[in-house]
């Protein structure tokens, strides 16, 4: 099993910025996948950004150039700073694990994001 907390969320102004955090412990396996996904009220949930073990970030083309996702291995911390926040950015964000061992993924319990316009 796998347990994810998240923290950072928050109300902030179009524009401002907000850092997100994600911890894993349990069971880790090092080759791993870990990102964040946003659910909107009325909207699927939807992947925001991701990042392996060894580094390789992908990302929505609706965040790109504003969030930067990174991680610390020795922590099983991963992070997302968002910059230039929008009112669509508002959303429910969860942080998600996953590894080649098992299937399916882990989810955290979610962390309120809003952005006052």
């Known amino acids: 099993q796998v347990q994810l907390v998240e923290s950072g969320g928050g109300l902030e102004q179009a524009g401002g910025s907000l850092r997100l955090s994600c911890t894993a412990s349990g069971r880790i396996f090092s080759s791993n996948a870990m990102g964040w996904y946003r659910q909107a009220p009325g909207k699927q949930r939807e992947l925001v950004a991701g990042i392996t073990s060894g580094g390789t970030t992908n990302y929505a083309d609706s965040v790109k150039g504003r969030f930067t996702i990174s991680r610390d291995n020795a922590k099983n911390t991963v992070y997302l700073q968002m910059n230039s926040l929008k009112p669509e950015d508002a959303a429910v964000y969860y942080c998600?694990?996953?590894?080649?061992?098992?299937?399916?993924?882990?989810w955290g319990q979610g962390t309120q994001v809003t952005v006052s316009s």
């Open positions: 998600n694990y996953a590894d080649s061992r098992r299937a399916g993924a882990y």
